[in-house]
């Protein structure tokens, strides 16, 4: 989603994000820093050198003038959203609109007690649909795993693992989910059990450290819907000091 913040503002294209997880000032960080090179863990601990802040100010007065909107308000309802997401495309022609994320949205208010939360969020995928629909932009919705997944011996995600998900999975056009094997092969380090001599271990083990190495940085973009096209799996390269995306075939760190 950083990315096509990014991108869209340095191309001229007018992108509006409601957060309602990350302040504006969190985003802005985050962005500066992938902008500029410099970790925003570095950045809240002001180890940076002179020559970053320099190019960090610099940066700076160039994003101020990008055609890129935020609204962090907690707690939008759907019907908020639409407005506020047309009042952005009357006024600046927005491209794209991005959600952050779309459990933390709520109904419309005054819904029937009675009506579970299921029902909520299928009223609040349908509200993104028509908003897309109705301002002609592609919406970008981000959304949140049921951790019933971590149960799973594969944890890729499937589309039964959108949480809340019967209207996601319904609505959507695409539905892309993001993987990464090193993150929990990272956590998952074997010990030896009592029943298993020191060669087995160690053979197991190296098992192990193998494919842990070999995941390093590689990130698995599985397109599980795409309703006008071929699904499929896209690798690509995660650099985690920027959580930042690219050509998987560069391999070389930032800095």
């Known amino acids: 989603a950083k990315r096509h913040l990014e991108t869209g503002g340095r191309e001229g294209a007018a992108v509006g994000l409601f957060s309602l997880e990350m302040g504006h000032a969190q985003i802005t960080t985050r962005i500066l ?14 180890a940076i050198s002179h020559e970053d802040f320099k190019n960090l100010v610099e940066v700076g007065q160039n994003y101020k003038d990008l055609p890129f909107y935020t609204d962090d308000t907690a707690a939008l309802s759907i019907s908020a959203l639409r407005t506020r997401a047309r009042r952005l495309k009357r006024k600046y022609g927005i491209s794209l609109l991005v ?3 779309l459990q933390l949205l709520n109904g419309t208010p005054g819904r029937k007690s009675s009506e579970n939360r299921t029902q909520e969020v299928s009223e609040i995928t349908r509200g993104l649909k028509s908003i897309a629909k109705d301002l002609n932009i592609p919406v970008l919705a981000l959304s949140q795993l049921s951790r019933n997944l971590e149960n799973r011996e594969d944890k890729r ?10 209207s996601i999975e319904q609505d959507a056009d695409v539905v892309m989910f993001v993987y990464r094997d090193e993150y929990y092969l990272s956590r998952e380090e074997p010990s030896q059990k009592a029943s298993e001599d020191a060669y087995k271990f160690e053979e197991r083990h190296a098992q192990w450290q193998q494919a842990l190495e070999a995941s390093k940085n590689v990130t698995d973009v599985l397109i599980s819907k795409q309703r006008h096209g071929p699904i499929g799996n896209v690798k690509l390269y995660f650099d985690p000091n920027f959580t930042r995306f690219r050509d998987l075939y560069n391999m070389t760190p930032d800095r």
């Open 99 to 101: 959600v952050d994320y």
């Open 157 to 166: 995600p499937q589309l039964a693992d959108l949480r809340e998900s019967g």
């Open 33 to 46: 820093g992938d902008l500029c090179g410099v970790s925003s863990d570095a950045m809240r601990k002001g």
